[in-house]
T-cell receptor
Framework: AQSVTQLGSHVSVSEGALVLLRCNYS??????LFWYVQYPNQGLQLLLK??????LVKGINGFEAEFKKSETSFHLTKPSAHMSDAAEYFC????????????FGAGTILRVKS | NAGVTQTPKFRILKIGQSMTLQCTQD?????MYWYRQDPGMGLKLIYY???????DKGEVPNGYNVSRSTTEDFPLRLELAAPSQTSVYFC????????????FGPGTRLTVL
């Protein structure tokens, strides 16, 4: 079955440092790609998505992600972490090779140190 | 718009009891979904619906049932609750099946003892 992999279940950065959360997918055909964020005791909220077009996608709260077909990756970045970025982040994919369902990675918990 | 609402927020069940988790959306979305979230496992699709009267199984449907009598409502039924069903349950809706954003409810935290 096609899958999506998030490298690192926990990532810790200092406030003001670069945030890099990694996501790789397994399908041979590029899927639709999403990053969702989940704050404690809340539902998931869309950060950004890639469907077609420009491979660098900008989202809310200063996050962006770049689709790299050659690397089957869609890593999430933010130049300068803020304490309010502490949350769990999920990469998700959908498309024909995923049965047109949204398939989630296992999640990465981001901790921001002061 | 309230978006996607779920009730209850929390529930404790005894083994063998049954309950229904309620989900309502006011965005007139055709597509609705139920997921369960377990630590370190991401979200797994339980059931989904592409419109009123049409439902289908997801990845982990065993022990659950759904119905979709209206566009707005998509309840999830647990029959004969088991400890393995202890989880956080999320309902979501979208206007398209693939490529579109899914909007999530706040979740129901269920414990089966």
């Amino acid at each position: 079955a096609q899958s999506v992999t998030q490298l690192g279940s926990h990532v810790s950065v200092s406030e003001g440092a670069l945030v890099l959360l990694r996501c790789n997918y397994s399908s041979s055909v590029p899927p639709y790609l999403f990053w969702y964020v989940q704050y404690p005791n809340q539902g998931l909220q869309l950060l950004l998505k890639y469907t077609t077009g420009a491979t660098l996608v900008k989202g809310i709260n200063g996050f962006e992600a770049e689709f790299k077909k050659s690397e089957t990756s869609f890593h999430l970045t933010k130049p300068s972490a803020h304490m309010s970025d502490a949350a769990e982040y999920f990469c998700a994919v959908s498309g024909k090779e995923y049965g047109n369902k949204l398939v989630f990675g296992a999640g990465t918990i981001l901790r921001v140190k002061s | 718009n309230a978006g996607v609402t779920q009730t209850p927020k929390f529930r404790i069940l005894k083994i063998g009891q049954s309950m229904t988790l309620q989900c309502t959306q006011d965005m007139n979305h055709n597509y609705m979904y139920w997921y369960r979230q377990d630590p370190g496992m991401g979200l797994k699709l339980i059931y989904y619906s592409v419109g009123a009267g049409i439902t289908d199984k997801g990845e982990v449907p065993n022990g659950y049932n759904v119905s979709r009598s209206t566009t707005e409502d998509f309840p999830l039924r647990l029959e004969l609750a088991a400890p393995s069903q202890t989880s956080v349950y999320f309902c979501a809706s979208s206007s398209s099946l693939s490529g579109g954003e899914q909007f999530f409810g706040p979740g129901t935290r269920l414990t089966v003892l």
